[in-house]
C-alpha cells in the first residue's frame, strides 16, 4: 500500500493511503471531527466490480492540506472528501528500520509509515501522484508533493507463514447453490 503521513493546513498529521485506482477521496469521520472540518449532508453512490452498487448516506467535507511545491516551498492545496467509518486497515506495519536498510539515502523520518488511515487520495488528485524515483527488487520509492511513499513487496518485508501439520487438503468445492440448500 502507498502509505504515507500527509500534513494539514492546521499542521496536524493524517495516515493516507494513495489509491490510484479510486475515483473518489475518503476521509474518516472520526478524523472530519478531529479536525473541526465543515461538512454537508450527502447520498453517495458507490459502483464497485460486476456492476455492483450501494447508497451510502454520508458527509461531504473540505480539506485543506499541505503540499510541496518543486521548489520545496509548502503551499495548500484543498480537496473535496466524502466520509466513512473506516478506510483501511494496515494489518503488518513496515518500520522504517526496515525500510530504510533498502533505502538507506532516504531521512529516516521520510519513512514513518502511519498506522491508521485516515485518508484516501484519488486519481483525481492526479497532481498530488509521486513519481518513481528508485526500485528494489519489486520494491518502488516514490516522491511527490506529499513526501515519499513505498509500494510493491520485497522478500525483507513479507509474512512468514509457516506450513500447518498436517498440511491441509482440499477435499470439495462447494458451489453458492449448494451452500444455500
Given at each position: 500500500?502507498m502509505?504515507?503521513n500527509?500534513?494539514?493546513n492546521a499542521g496536524?498529521?493524517?495516515?493516507t493511503?494513495?489509491?490510484?485506482?479510486?475515483d473518489?477521496?475518503?476521509i474518516?469521520?472520526k478524523?472530519?471531527?478531529?479536525l473541526?472540518?465543515?461538512?454537508?449532508?450527502?447520498?453517495?453512490?458507490?459502483?464497485?466490480?460486476?456492476?455492483?452498487?450501494?447508497?451510502?448516506?454520508?458527509k461531504?467535507?473540505?480539506l485543506k492540506l499541505?503540499?510541496n511545491?518543486?521548489k520545496g516551498l509548502?503551499?495548500p492545496?484543498?480537496?473535496?472528501c466524502?466520509?466513512?467509518?473506516?478506510?483501511?486497515?494496515?494489518?503488518?506495519?513496515?518500520?522504517a528500520?526496515?525500510l530504510?536498510?533498502?533505502?538507506?539515502?532516504?531521512?529516516f523520518?521520510e519513512?514513518k509509515r502511519?498506522?491508521?488511515v485516515?485518508?484516501?487520495?484519488?486519481?483525481k488528485?492526479?497532481?498530488l501522484a509521486?513519481?518513481?524515483?528508485?526500485?528494489?527488487?519489486?520494491?518502488?520509492?516514490w516522491?511527490g508533493?506529499l513526501?515519499?511513499?513505498?509500494g510493491?513487496?520485497h522478500p525483507?518485508?513479507c509474512l512468514?507463514v509457516l506450513p500447518t501439520?498436517?498440511?491441509?487438503?482440499?477435499?470439495?468445492?462447494?458451489?453458492?447453490?449448494e451452500?444455500?440448500?
Amino acid at each position: 500500500m502507498m502509505l504515507l503521513n500527509t500534513m494539514t493546513n492546521a499542521g496536524q498529521k493524517l495516515g493516507t493511503l494513495i489509491d490510484l485506482a479510486s475515483d473518489t477521496n475518503y476521509i474518516t469521520h472520526k478524523a472530519a471531527k478531529a479536525l473541526n472540518l465543515q461538512s454537508e449532508p450527502v447520498t453517495l453512490v458507490v459502483s464497485g466490480v460486476g456492476g455492483m452498487s450501494a447508497s451510502v448516506k454520508t458527509k461531504r467535507y473540505l480539506l485543506k492540506l499541505k503540499v510541496n511545491t518543486p521548489k520545496g516551498l509548502l503551499k495548500p492545496y484543498k480537496l473535496v472528501c466524502y466520509g466513512l467509518d473506516k478506510i483501511a486497515e494496515v494489518h503488518q506495519h513496515v518500520s522504517a528500520q526496515k525500510l530504510q536498510s533498502l533505502f538507506p539515502e532516504v531521512p529516516f523520518e521520510e519513512l514513518k509509515r502511519p498506522r491508521e488511515v485516515q485518508l484516501l487520495l484519488s486519481h483525481k488528485e492526479g497532481q498530488l501522484a509521486p513519481q518513481k524515483i528508485r526500485t528494489v527488487g519489486d520494491l518502488v520509492l516514490w516522491d511527490g508533493p506529499l513526501g515519499k511513499v513505498i509500494g510493491g513487496t520485497h522478500p525483507d518485508l513479507c509474512l512468514v507463514v509457516l506450513p500447518t501439520k498436517p498440511p491441509l487438503k482440499l477435499t470439495k468445492v462447494v458451489t453458492p447453490a449448494e451452500m444455500a440448500s
